[in-house]
């Protein structure tokens, strides 16, 4: 995604942890992990709470886990021959099918918000990976200023929460998940996390 120039406006602790975790997530889903990326991941350190405990699995498997062990289940999860065990898609989870209206929506919806897919990226935009980029981006103003609650929580609602805590979960229990299934338990205790939140939000 292209970000425009970034806002001045004091982002406070928590939306910056929000938006951290979202965008770890991000990058975890839209590329094979490299050394680099699996070192990140082996530091990391969670307290005691479920979604902390889950962090803590992610590190363990992440220091026993190979680049080319972490290709290849990538590919089986994702890319397969003709297509991989999960399709990571709003569009497909939703309907069942892929470039549908979800699809269509989110496109309207970046597009009401300056948000513009990169020219080096060609996959759907309701993809899981640039999804959990574009919500840390807007919680943090990479595409102009932060943006207030209300719109995170009419974001999530439409683009995410109806699917992405069910994709997390299948993730998760993959035949082909070993890291990735980590990063799903990760991806749905966080995604319960937001959902529960915005719903408090909303009172």
């Known amino acids: 995604m292209n970000a425009q120039t970034a806002s001045e406006v004091k982002i406070g602790d928590e939306d910056r942890l929000r938006a951290d975790v ?8 839209a590329r094979p992990a490299d050394q680099i990326l699996l070192d990140q991941c082996s530091d990391l350190s969670g307290d005691e709470s479920e979604l902390g405990q ?4 992610l590190a363990r498997v992440a220091k026993v886990s190979k680049v080319k062990g972490v290709e ?10 003709g297509r991989g065990e999960l399709l990571p898609y709003a569009s497909f989870y939703i309907t069942g099918f892929l470039n549908e209206k979800p699809l269509a929506a989110l496109r309207s ?7 513009r897919r990169s020219e080096t990226v060609y996959e759907p935009e309701d ?6 980029e574009m919500m840390g981006a807007l919680i943090v103003g990479r595409f102009g200023e932060p943006r207030p609650v209300e719109v995170q929580r009419e974001f999530f609602n439409k683009h995410i929460g109806p699917w992405a805590g069910h994709f997390f979960t299948d993730l998760e229990g993959a035949k082909n998940s ?14 319960e996390i937001e959902r529960e939140a915005f719903r408090m939000s909303a009172r």
Do not use: C
């Open 22 to 29: 979202y965008n770890f997530l991000g990058l975890l889903l």
């Open 54 to 57: 889950a962090m803590n699995g």
């Open 72 to 81: 290849s289940e990538f590919n089986a999860l994702f890319i397969g021959l």
């Open 109 to 115: 919806d970046m597009a009401a918000m300056g948000i």
């Open 127 to 132: 993809n899981i990976a640039s999804l959990m």
């Open 178 to 191: 070993v890291f990735y299934g980590s990063v799903g338990q990760v991806g749905r205790l966080f995604m």
